[in-house]
T-cell receptor, first 118, second 112 residues
Framework: DADVTQTPRNRITKTGKRIMLECSQTKGHDRMYWYRQDPGLGLRLIYYSFDVKDINKGEISDGYSVSRQAQAKFSLSLESAIPNQTALYFC?????????????????FGPGTRLTVL | RKEVEQDPGPFNVPEGATVAFNCTYSNSASQSFFWYRQDCRKEPKLLMSVYSSGNEDGRFTAQLNRASQYISLLIRDSKLSDSATYLCVVTPGGGGYNKLIFGAGTRLAVHP
C-alpha cells in the first residue's frame, strides 16, 4: 500500500465550484505539504504544516486554504476554482527529525491529483 | 530571476552515453542540495543528496560548486530506465526546516 495517498486522482470542475483535495499518510511523519506543478515551472509550495496546530502559507497560497484534521491528514481546498488553478497537485510529507540534519531533505510525495478547471 | 534554474532539455542520448546536467541557484545562503527524479506523470522521488565534497552513487555523481552557485549531476552508462525528468532542489539558508525550492527540471530521454 502507498504511504502517501491522494484523492481524487483526477478531477474536472467548473469555474466557481468549491473543490477539496485530500491527502493521507501512513508514514507517521509530522510535517505535510501541498505543492502545485505547472509545465515549465518547478513545484511551488502552497501551504505547509509542521503539526496539527501549525499551518503556514507557502509562496502561492492565494485562492487556497488547508485543514490539518489529524497528523495523518491534510486537505487542500479551492473555495472558488478558477481556470488558472488547473495544475497537478502534490501532497508531501517529511519527518521533522530529518530536518535538523543538514543534507537530509527528503520529502515523500503522493501520486498527485490532476485538476482541470473549465 | 528564478531561485533555481535548469536547462529544460530534452537531452536525447543513446544507451551507454554519459550525460551531465547543471543547475544554478541564486541564494548564496542556500544550505542543502538535492537531485530528485520524476517519471512522466508520477511523483518526484529523491535521487541523491549533494555534498560539498561531491558524492557518487553507482552510475550517478553529484557535484556542488558553492563559489559559482551551481550543482551538477553526471550519469554514466545511461540506461533506458534513466529516462525521466531530473529536478534540482535546494533548501534556503536560515530556516531550521526542510523547505524545498524546486527547479523546473531537465528532461532526459535515453534511446536504444
Amino acid at each position: 500500500d502507498a504511504d502517501v495517498t491522494q484523492t481524487p486522482r483526477n478531477r474536472i470542475t467548473k469555474t466557481g465550484k468549491r473543490i477539496m483535495l485530500e491527502c493521507s499518510q501512513t508514514k507517521g511523519h509530522d510535517r505535510m505539504y501541498w505543492y502545485r506543478q505547472d509545465p515549465g515551472l518547478g513545484l511551488r509550495l502552497i501551504y505547509y504544516s509542521f503539526d496539527v496546530k501549525d499551518i503556514n502559507k507557502g509562496e502561492i497560497s492565494d485562492g487556497y486554504s488547508v485543514s490539518r484534521q489529524a497528523q495523518a491528514k491534510f486537505s487542500l481546498s479551492l473555495e472558488s476554482a478558477i481556470p488558472n488553478q488547473t495544475a497537478l497537485y502534490f501532497c508531501a510529507t517529511s519527518d521533522s527529525t530529518s530536518g535538523r540534519v543538514l543534507g537530509s531533505g527528503e520529502q515523500f510525495f503522493g501520486p498527485g491529483t490532476r485538476l482541470t478547471v473549465l | 530571476r528564478k531561485e533555481v534554474e535548469q536547462d529544460p532539455g530534452p537531452f536525447n542520448v543513446p544507451e551507454g552515453a554519459t550525460v551531465a546536467f547543471n543547475c544554478t541557484y541564486s541564494n548564496s545562503a542556500s544550505q542543502s542540495f538535492f537531485w530528485y527524479r520524476q517519471d512522466c506523470r508520477k511523483e518526484p522521488k529523491l535521487l541523491m543528496s549533494v555534498y560539498s565534497s561531491g558524492n557518487e552513487d553507482g552510475r550517478f555523481t553529484a557535484q556542488l560548486n558553492r563559489a559559482s552557485q551551481y550543482i551538477s549531476l553526471l550519469i554514466r552508462d545511461s540506461k533506458l530506465s534513466d529516462s525521466a525528468t531530473y529536478l534540482c532542489v535546494v533548501t534556503p539558508g536560515g530556516g531550521g526546516y526542510n523547505k524545498l525550492i524546486f527547479g523546473a527540471g531537465t528532461r532526459l530521454a535515453v534511446h536504444p
